[in-house]
């Protein structure tokens, strides 16, 4: 797992620099395509494994952002329907789901076109 996302890190950070910016807001860019807002007023959560979540919209995972009672901030994944050997685990980026950005903007301006079933129309009504 480690190697497959230091390979592809390279094609994930151009992602997260929309054309025309420099290189040197790829920091920026990167948390800016990859934080959680937490749901309150002031705060935002970038994780490291979490951020390698893709999305579907019709996902076989969610994600919930907690900070415990001493202030740590983590985030709890929680499988939702079985997953197949080699399927990749995908959350939804809807602001149904979780709050985010990501939510309100097409999904070209984040790099990616939608293939998952319900976006396709292919998903059979549950």
Sequence with gaps: LVRRVDADLAKHAALCRP?????????EGIVRCNYFDNGKRVGAMLFEMTSLLNHSCDPNASIKMLISEFGACYSRVTVTRPIDAGEQVCITYSAARIF???ADRPCAEWGFDTCCAR????LSPQ
């Design 100 to 102: 985010s950005p990501r």
């Design 119 to 122: 976006c396709q129309g292919t």
């Design 19 to 27: 054309a025309g910016e420099s290189a040197a807001s790829q920091g």
